[in-house]
Structure formats: structure tokens, C-alpha cells
């Protein structure tokens, strides 16, 4: 596998705490991420998923190579990015808990028609086509398409919503409280 760009310099990198430390206080929205490629289905709690574009619908994540889910994602077609809100709080804490079967509640997700997990009542969910993925360091970005979407809870535009944040290692929930604008 080349190496990137990034990795290919010579001028050295920024030290990984002084890295940490910057995107420990850079609050990232919580989604949940599931597939199955045949093996079972896999979990975990991100906050890398952005969207890059409305027509076409896509939207990009990031995972590290260390995740008990890669393997699975690395061959996965499809997957769903759930969108959390504090409403979600448990989803999120199930998939960013290492060690456990994330699907072992049955009651709490279901599978799609075309096969895939999703989690029952969270905020949002998105079905996607994964179309590329990109090695960077010792993590993959994946490039994926939106297929399907439900939405179970909506915020009136220009309100502040309930939406779920992760920040300094803590989650934190926003709201009419955390509004700055007025």
C-alpha cells in the first residue's frame, strides 16, 4: 500500500498529544455506524461523519484500523450512519463500549429489508452505499452514498434541537441552554 502524502514529508509531524490535545477540545457530532458484511453485524460510535455533498448525496467517515469493527467496514458495501441526539446518549455509550456484543438486545434494532442493522428510535438514520475508501495513517476514509434515510425526530429549522457532542472526553447534549446566537 503507498504511502500518503502526508507520511511521505520530511518535515516532521506535530507530536500525537499536542494533536490530541487540539481535537480534544474540538467538539465533534456523535453518529453510530453499523454493517454487516455476512459475518454478523458490527458497531461503533464515531464523530468523523461530515457531509460533502447534496447532489449527490455523500458524506464521509473516518475509522481507525485499531476499531473491532474495521474489518468488517473494510468490506462492507452498505452501512447506516445513525445521527444521535442526547435523546441517544445509551446508543452512543453501546457502540464507543469495547469488549461487549453491541447487538445482544434485540429489542433495541432491528435489520433493514436489504439486510443491514439499524438501531430503533434514534434521531435519524441514513443507508448508505460505501463508493470509496481512502488509507490515511492508520485509519480508513470511507466516501459513502445516501440510499435511504428515516427521521425520527426533527428540529424546527434555526432551533437548537437536543443534538449529542462529544468533547474532551465527556458528552455533552446541546440545547436552548447552550445557544450563543440570539
Not at 498529544?17 to 455506524?33: E, N, Q, T, Y
Not at 455523500?58 to 447506516?80: E, G, H
Amino acid at each position: 500500500m503507498p504511502a500518503s502524502k502526508a507520511t511521505e514529508s520530511a518535515t516532521p509531524s506535530l507530536p500525537a498529544d499536542d494533536f490530541k490535545a487540539i481535537f480534544r477540545g474540538h467538539p465533534g457530532g456523535v453518529s453510530l455506524i453499523t454493517a454487516d458484511a455476512g459475518d454478523g453485524p458490527v458497531a461503533l460510535t464515531a464523530t468523523s461523519v461530515a457531509s460533502i455533498s447534496v447532489d449527490p448525496p455523500l458524506l464521509v467517515f473516518s475509522i481507525s484500523a485499531l476499531s473491532s469493527a474495521a474489518k468488517v467496514l473494510t468490506r462492507a458495501t452498505t452501512v447506516v450512519v445513525h445521527s444521535l441526539d442526547a435523546q441517544d446518549i445509551d446508543v452512543a455509550k453501546l457502540g464507543a463500549t469495547s469488549g461487549i456484543d453491541r447487538f445482544a438486545q434485540k429489542q433495541t434494532w432491528s435489520r433493514l429489508s436489504t439486510g443491514e442493522p439499524v438501531f430503533d428510535g434514534v434521531r435519524a438514520w441514513v443507508r448508505c452505499e460505501v463508493i470509496e475508501r481512502v488509507q490515511a495513517g492508520a485509519s480508513t476514509v470511507f466516501v459513502a452514498r445516501a440510499l435511504q434515510s428515516q427521521i425520527e425526530r426533527d428540529s424546527e429549522l434555526g432551533q437548537p434541537g437536543n443534538g449529542l457532542v462529544y468533547h474532551n472526553r465527556t458528552w455533552h447534549g446541546l440545547g436552548e441552554h447552550s445557544r450563543l446566537d440570539s
